[in-house]
């Protein structure tokens, strides 16, 4: 069974500060990676997507993939209240598949 | 309309009642998915379609019966329903042929009762 973990929370951090989201797969195969952000009561919305070893910036957000450490992390520069949210990790789960596993989700919360 | 759209956007169903759940997407994608959404469990895939073909069935019961009659349109239709199966039911769709950044749409609110 292909797994993806997720630290569930809650993570606060204070407004401006560096939030650090954290997740693990097990499928060395795994070839793409997503972060998707849930508000309460809405829909994932995909903020990030990542296929290389490295780190990829995207405005406040940085997605950082080890393959070898099997390990993606998605980091929020200056945080707002407004990224108070569920953070999901998804990986594709057959290599390139157009399946995708998620994880449970970390829920973030962004004090004023 | 833009992205995925979905309809209705909250159900509530008898367990003998029939309803189907509609799902379009405007983006030109090829590959659309049926999502299950419940409190404290992960996002739960139940099906894949690409270019319109069943690709996954992820071990779904009968009673929950797919169609894709095009590349942008999925429906989901629901019979004979569980308590259990009340949950939130997203629609995602993606560009397919390994390009699989998923969107999805707003997603149905299903009370079965």
């Known amino acids: 069974q292909k797994e993806v973990e997720q630290n569930s929370g809650p993570l606060s951090v204070p407004e401006g500060a560096i939030a650090s989201l954290n997740c693990t797969y097990s499928?060395?195969?795994?070839?793409?990676f997503f972060w998707y952000r849930q508000y309460s009561g809405k829909s994932p919305e995909l903020i990030m997507f990542?296929?290389?070893?490295g780190d990829k910036e995207d405005g406040r957000f940085t997605a950082q993939l080890n393959k070898a450490s099997q390990y993606v992390s998605l980091l929020i520069r200056d945080s707002q209240p407004s990224d108070s949210a569920t953070y999901l990790c998804?990986?594709?789960?057959?290599?390139?598949?157009?399946?995708?596993?998620f994880g449970k989700g970390t829920k973030l919360t962004v004090n004023p | 309309e833009t992205g995925v759209t979905q309809t209705p956007r909250h159900l509530v169903m008898g367990m003998t009642n029939k309803k189907s759940l509609k799902c379009e997407q405007h983006?030109?994608?090829?590959?659309m998915y049926w999502y299950k959404q419940s409190a404290k469990k992960p996002l739960e895939l139940m099906f894949v379609?690409?270019?319109?073909?069943?690709?996954e069935n992820n071990s779904v019961p009968s009673r929950f019966s797919p169609e894709c009659p095009n590349s942008s349109h999925l429906f989901l239709h629901l019979h004979t329903l569980q308590p259990e199966d009340s949950a939130l039911y997203l629609c995602?769709?993606?560009?397919?042929?390994?390009?699989?950044?998923?969107?999805f749409g707003p997603g149905t609110r299903l009370t079965v009762t």
């Open positions: 995602a769709s993606s560009r397919g042929q390994g390009l699989n950044e998923q969107y």
């Open positions: 499928d060395r195969g795994s070839q793409s």
């Open positions: 990542i296929y290389s070893n």
């Open positions: 998804a990986v594709d789960s057959q290599g390139g598949s157009e399946k995708l596993v």
């Open positions: 983006l030109g994608h090829n590959a």
């Open positions: 379609y690409n270019f319109k073909e069943q690709t």
